[in-house]
């Protein structure tokens, strides 16, 4: 019987100075977000995307660049509006006359990282046209199957759903998601470096890369060996059951959802030097994981805030 690697075996001492490296110029770039960047690396190395949902001009943009930048990774920005067409997003067939056939020319969801900014200021027809690209890393478009660059990797900002223009993300969408995070404003001391410093634009045109996508494989490889006990995993599975049993929770997390939020703290577990996931990971990740795929009873209700209770709810065992 084989036995898979263990991270140790798979990666080395450099490798992983390197991911830290990367983190550490990403957080120079973005200041004060140290949280956030945390989380914008663990949905990266676990095959997940990311929704960024806060207030415009508070770093998304910069992160999703420097993040780019740190890696060596395609970039590629739509800026979502209520006149995109999926076609702006995937791309379009036109006909060549020369050839007499349709030819596939590909949308910028061609790239390792796609920043959909703003994406629900896009009516929920375009919002879905993200769908199979994130769910399958790949498009359909007239009978035939384009594969996505691998790593193909989301992040999506999302103005709050009381600014004017905006329209609610379906359910399905939501759950690609593999985070929610936001931002926030930055505390004074990192306000006061970015308005003395350089112009976060000019600082990311000069950065050069940390990882290359060999490295970057690697360390996803590793992410998903990353052990979890049985007890991790009945944890995990306690958390998600008592979702579904919650006051105030309508729809609880899905199996889907338990195995997004393993998959991410095996990553979570990675970037902190460890071997096997313990339960710290699992709470640090929980609430960005589960806040935007509980459905409340009640509009007045927050995901997040359930999401929190449910963690408090449940033992560690």
């Known amino acids: ?8 075996d798979m990666l080395t001492d ?21 949280d956030a960047v945390r989380l914008a690396f663990t949905a990266l190395l676990s095959d997940g995307h990311v929704l960024i949902e806060d207030l415009p001009g508070l770093g998304k943009t910069t992160l999703a660049h420097a993040l780019a930048a740190s890696l060596g990774l395609g970039f590629q920005r739509v ?21 007499r056939k349709f030819e596939f020319h590909q949308g910028p969801v061609f ?5 959909a ?25 007239d009978g035939r199957t384009h594969p996505l660059p691998d790593p193909f990797f989301v992040l999506a900002t999302q103005n709050p759903l009381d600014l004017a223009g905006t329209y609610p993300l379906p359910d399905s969408q939501l759950d690609r ?40 494989a690697r360390l996803r ?29 309508r729809v609880g997390l899905s199996p889907r959802a338990g195995i997004a939020l393993l998959r991410a703290a095996r990553a979570h577990a990675l ?10 990971d699992v709470q640090a990740l929980f609430t960005a994981v589960a806040g935007h795929r509980l459905v409340p009873e009640t509009d007045a209700s927050d995901g997040v805030a359930l999401a929190r209770a449910i963690l408090h709810a449940v033992p560690v065992d």
């Open 117 to 141: 900014d703003e994406i629900n200021r896009a009516p929920p027809r375009t919002q879905s046209a993200l769908l199979e690209a994130m769910a399958e890393r790949q498009v359909s478009m």
């Open 271 to 280: 970037m902190r030097g460890q071997h096997h996931v313990l339960p710290d």
């Open 79 to 99: 800026q979502f509006t209520s006149d995109l067409l999926p076609s702006d997003i995937v791309g379009v067939s036109i006909y060549d006359t020369g050839a």
């Open 1 to 8: 019987m084989s036995v898979s690697p263990a991270p140790a």
């Open 111 to 115: 790239t390792h990282v796609l920043l």
């Open 177 to 216: 998601f593999l985070l929610r995070i936001s931002l926030g404003y930055p505390d004074q001391d990192a306000e006061r470096a970015l308005l003395a410093g350089r112009d976060r634009r000019d600082l990311i045109a000069t950065t050069t890369a940390v990882l290359e996508l060999e490295d970057l």
């Open 14 to 34: 450099g490798l992983l100075s390197a991911l830290d490296a990367a983190q550490a110029q990403v957080n120079g770039l973005v200041l004060g977000k140290q």
């Open 221 to 249: 490889a590793a992410a998903a060996a990353v052990h979890a006990s049985d007890a991790l995993v009945d944890y995990v599975q306690a958390l998600v059951n008592r979702s579904r049993h919650h006051d105030g929770v």
